[in-house]
């Protein structure tokens, strides 16, 4: 971790807190303890002032559980005061690993079924936050972007249900199926940051027989949608690029 010496700028927008779904609580703990370490390094002269009441603290976790009942109805109960916090929620909609018991059996959660906790955790909040920041790590009905026929828009539906009637400011999401999808919310803020450089890292640190040789190796794009990407890693790895093409017959439906 570098060591940030520099004077801070701007004050707190508010306490910090975070709030782990169920599946996201490891990743909330690595972000934690990141943060511990690196608010006790800033330095500043201004660190115990009013504006700055709570920001070095032993953990900024949010004591929350989500407890679900034989039916399989579920509820969110946050344990502490969260009034003038500003709140980070991690959701992972796409956890399948996650499972609770519905009539005596063990039933994975459905990206419905987290949607639902997330909005669980903010309506338990219950409007008390100064301002709560989403963090999806992909984007929640992300495919259902556009309407190509009488189909539903999900994802447009999920993000204005989320902010403009929930109350979340922002969205931190990555390498969202189609950015153009923050459209529905032109108010709110939407961060799609690009994980490629972490993919291309991750690849050669966990693969590391794997061959950089154009002649053993190219990059393929499922299809035209995962071009922009594909030519990212094709350009920095030296390798060559191909495409799939999907044919469909739109004569059915």
């Known amino acids: 971790m570098p060591d940030y010496s520099q004077e801070f700028t701007t004050i707190p927008y508010g306490a910090l807190g975070i709030i782990a779904l169920p599946g996201c609580e490891e990743l909330a703990h690595k972000i934690d303890r990141y943060l511990v370490k690196w608010r006790a390094q800033k330095q500043s002269e201004h660190k115990h002032s009013i504006a700055f009441a709570g920001y070095e603290r032993d953990s900024y976790i949010i004591n929350a559980t989500f407890p ?5 109805e579920g509820k969110s109960t946050i344990s502490e005061s969260v009034r003038g916090y500003d709140l980070f929620i991690i959701c992972d909609v796409f956890n399948y690993g996650i499972t609770h018991k519905m009539y005596g059996q063990d039933v994975p959660l459905s990206p419905d079924e987290h949607y639902a906790n997330l909005k669980r955790a903010i309506a338990a ?5 100064h301002r709560i920041t989403v963090i999806m790590p992909m984007l929640y009905e992300g495919r259902q972007h556009k309407r190509t026929s009488r189909e539903s828009l999900d994802c447009a539906l999920a993000l204005q249900e989320l902010c403009n009637l929930m109350g979340v400011d922002n969205i931190i999401t990555f390498d969202a199926h189609d950015p153009r999808v923050q459209n529905a919310i032109p108010l709110k803020g939407f961060e799609n940051v690009q994980p490629v450089y972490q993919m ?3 690849l050669v640190n966990n693969v590391p027989d794997i061959s950089m040789n154009p002649a053993d190796t190219m990059v393929i794009s499922p299809d ?3 071009m922009g990407r594909c030519i990212y890693y094709s350009t920095v790895l030296g390798l060559e690029l191909g495409m799939f093409y999907k044919l469909r017959d739109y004569s059915k439906s």
């Open 200 to 202: 291309i890292k991750a």
């Open 68 to 72: 679900r009942f034989g039916t399989g």
């Open 224 to 226: 035209e949608g995962g």
């Open 125 to 129: 909040v219950a409007g008390k936050a």
